[in-house]
């Protein structure tokens, strides 16, 4: 079966067909890797001509390199722990998790961090795991970095079988056992290397420690080295974190300023027209302590939005239908939540004719304008966070 369109449900049908698909998705995960732990084990992926099962995953089942990596390194530690198993299913971890937690797994401990990790996201476990099993501060370094090699090329050989048009059904394994002991003569499963994934470029170290990386251009580098040499008194050591902290004060405090019009001296507003769709300053820095500096679309359910990205000042009434750019009026929203009051407030034909158009696409209304902040409000209507 086919499905290449889902326009003919309604949103009620796409919402429940998602989350179906969504379970569906997990539990054939689970299914993959427990095939997977046990054709590991038995070295199946030599007969056809790999070296590896990361090579045999890559180039057969045509799995993408991260998909690969977190799959083999989750079908281990099953092996070990089958309770990975109903975790992944379940949705409480995901490839991804056990892949970061499957070091750190004891048969003692595993089951208190498994549950520590349920229903956590990769940077939450990494945290986690930072909190848990703290790693010493990296030296701050600049080096040259080498030229790019060539990634080694992985053979893509063609499918064993074609493989049939239609998925079928998931057939779930037994439960994973811990792994049989080898019978005499048998080849005890070996455990073959991965090949390491990228390091993220963020990484938590221990509480209140990171590691941070990125790759400068020979233009920042010389800025980085001027810098340096200007804060000789204040920072002999010229020392990476601390010039960067310093720097990024600045970079903090400047962008405030512009976007919320923050400041250490406020002035009282000198007023404007109650028409004004004109925002003051005074107005801007209340919302923006008052709504945290981030998104304040609140759900149905009460979930709040946590984007901070891409802010924009929003009428709750619009403008157009006489809302005042005064603080009870005005909230935060991110650029998907301020189109998404639109929709409500106008209908979502507005909104979807300017993205079709010639508009940004996020205000739904000839008059809003929906900028980032610093400019000023779009006038899209909508509800009153429950809790700002
Ligand atoms: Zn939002």
Excluded: W
């Excluded at 045509?62 to 690969?68: F, I, N, T, Y």
């Amino acid at each position: 079966m086919k499905i290449t369109h889902a326009s003919h449900l309604s949103n009620d049908e796409l919402t429940a067909e998602l989350s179906r698909l969504a379970r569906c998705e997990r539990e054939a995960t689970a299914a993959l890797i427990v095939h997977l732990a046990e054709f590991d084990a038995r070295r199946l992926f030599e007969g056809p001509g790999y070296s590896s099962l990361f090579k045999y995953c890559m180039a057969v089942l045509h799995l993408s390199e991260d998909a690969v990596y977190n799959r083999i390194k989750t079908a281990r530690a099953a092996r070990d722990y089958p309770v990975i198993i109903e975790r992944l299913e379940s949705g409480a971890l995901s490839p991804t998790t056990v892949r970061l937690l499957a070091p750190r797994l004891t048969p003692e401990s595993h089951e208190e961090l498994l549950a520590a990790a349920s229903g956590k996201g990769k940077r939450a476990v990494e945290e986690l795991l930072a909190r848990r099993f703290p790693q010493p501060d990296v030296p701050a370094r600049v080096r040259k970095v080498p030229s790019r090699p060539v990634a080694s090329a992985v053979e893509v050989a063609p499918a064993v079988a074609p493989a049939p048009n239609t998925c079928p059904p998931v057939v779930r394994g037994e439960p994973l056992a811990a792994a049989p002991p080898a019978a005499a003569g048998a080849k005890a499963p070996p455990v073959l290397p991965v090949p390491a994934a990228p390091r993220p470029v963020v990484r938590p170290l221990a509480p209140e420690r990171y590691e941070i990386r990125f790759t400068a251009s020979a233009e920042m580098r010389e800025k980085l080295r001027l810098a340096q040499d200007l804060l000789g008194h204040a920072i002999p050591s010229g020392d990476l974190a601390q010039v960067f902290d310093r720097a990024l004060t600045l970079l903090v405090a400047d962008l405030s300023r512009k976007k919320f019009a923050a400041t250490g001296r406020p002035r009282r507003s000198r007023g404007q027209s109650a028409d004004s769709r004109h925002i003051v300053a005074e107005v801007k820095r209340f919302v923006e302590t008052r709504d945290e500096r981030r998104c304040g679309f609140v759900a149905p359910d009460g979930r709040r939005c946590d984007e901070r990205r891409f802010l924009e000042f929003h009428h709750v009434i619009p403008f157009g239908a006489g809302g005042k750019a005064t603080a009870d009026n005005i909230e935060l929203r991110c650029r998907a939540h301020n189109g998404h009051e639109a929709d409500l407030f106008y209908g979502p034909g507005k909104r979807r004719m300017r993205i079709n158009g010639t508009g940004s696409g996020t205000s739904p209304h000839s008059e809003s304008r929906s900028r980032p902040l610093g400019g000023q409000a779009s006038t899209d209507g909508g509800r009153r966070p429950a809790n700002p």
